[in-house]
């Protein structure tokens, strides 16, 4: 945690956004309240129950992005995608009941990581979310940005 | 055995994708192992036997996959989860979708940005020069033994 209130700090009014990788309940409680913070990434990962439908209204509440991650759904194979695509429909559950804003991402550290919005869209669908769902998450990066460069 | 009818024929659906890295030459059957291993496992058997994939053509930087008609969505999302083919990493990346071959083989014909080899000097060494579809040009070190890949950005102009 006093890494993150370090990164709040370094980070001035520019266009950087800050993104906290999830832990346990009180963490994301914590990381979401704080003011400054833009995603929680990497939800899949941390422990059942970690995210919650209070954490979920606080998220609406604070405006902080939860990120779907697709990056799993291509490299892994086997019940640990399954576990991922189980994550992500509950968290597609509680996106669509309490409205926060969501993205989604690849995570990709070469060229060979990347896909297109196509493609995004069709790996999106295998956990319920539609293609103008996929197509406004991946725009919401670009609006935090705007948000605190405070253009309107 | 005569040809049937063309509408008693089964409906087909064909999936032009184009190879990243630009310059991979993956052979057709690993090509057809890995689309088979990313459709069985992400819809499984039923799944896979319903979508029938098939590799029609690989070459020249493209893949030609046939699907029936009606599994195109779940064979788009199969083939955006294949990230190696045999040994090789490999992504596909779809171009277009079609009912029939003519159109795929329009496309495939149409200039994709990507230009033959051309040998490039840079500070008196010699390098293959591949540009991809997109703004990147990628050097390549003549060197036998240990090849280096170096990335030259329209940006900045300079190798880095």
């Given amino acids: 945690m006093k890494g993150i209130i370090a990164a709040l700090r370094d980070k001035g009014k520019g266009s950087d956004l800050l993104l906290v990788d999830a832990g346990d309940q009180a963490f994301n ?15 899949h990962r941390a422990p059942r129950g970690a995210f919650t439908h209070v954490t979920a209204r606080m998220a609406a509440e604070h405006g902080v992005a939860l990120e779907f991650d697709l990056q799993p759904l ?15 429909v509950r968290l597609l559950r509680l996106q669509r009941k309490y409205g926060f804003p969501c993205t989604v991402a690849t995570n990709a550290r070469s060229i060979l990581d990347l896909r297109s919005p196509r493609e995004l869209a069709a790996l999106a669908r295998l956990f319920g979310m539609g293609e103008e769902e996929t197509l406004r998450a991946l725009a919401v990066p670009s609006e935090l940005a705007r948000r605190h460069r405070g253009v309107p | ?126 390098f293959t020069a591949r540009r991809s579809a997109g703004q990147k040009v990628d050097l390549i070190a003549e060197e036998k033994k240990s090849p280096e890949l170096l990335f030259f950005t329209e940006d900045d102009g300079v190798v880095r």
């Fill in chain 1, 29 to 43: 409680r914590a990381v979401i309240s704080l003011r400054g913070v833009d995603v929680l990434r990497q939800v």
């Fill in chain 2, 1 to 126: 055995m005569p040809s049937r009818l063309p509408s008693q024929r089964e409906r087909r659906r064909y999936l032009l994708c184009r190879t990243v890295p630009a310059w991979a030459e993956p052979e057709p059957r690993e090509v057809f192992h890995a689309i088979c291993e990313a459709v069985t496992t992400l819809w499984g058997d039923t799944g896979a036997a319903a979508i029938a994939p098939a590799v029609l053509d690989c070459g020249r930087g493209y893949v030609v996959v046939r699907c029936r008609r009606g599994t195109e969505t779940q064979m788009s999302a199969a083939l955006a989860t294949v990230s190696r083919a045999g040994e090789g990493r490999l992504a596909l990346r779809q171009v277009l979708t079609s009912g029939t071959l003519h159109s795929i083989r329009r496309r495939m014909q149409e200039p994709n940005g990507t230009s033959s080899d051309t040998p490039v000097v840079v500070d008196g060494r010699a």
């Fill in chain 1, 74 to 88: 291509v490299q892994l194979r086997g019940w640990p995608r399954q576990r991922v695509l189980q994550s992500h």
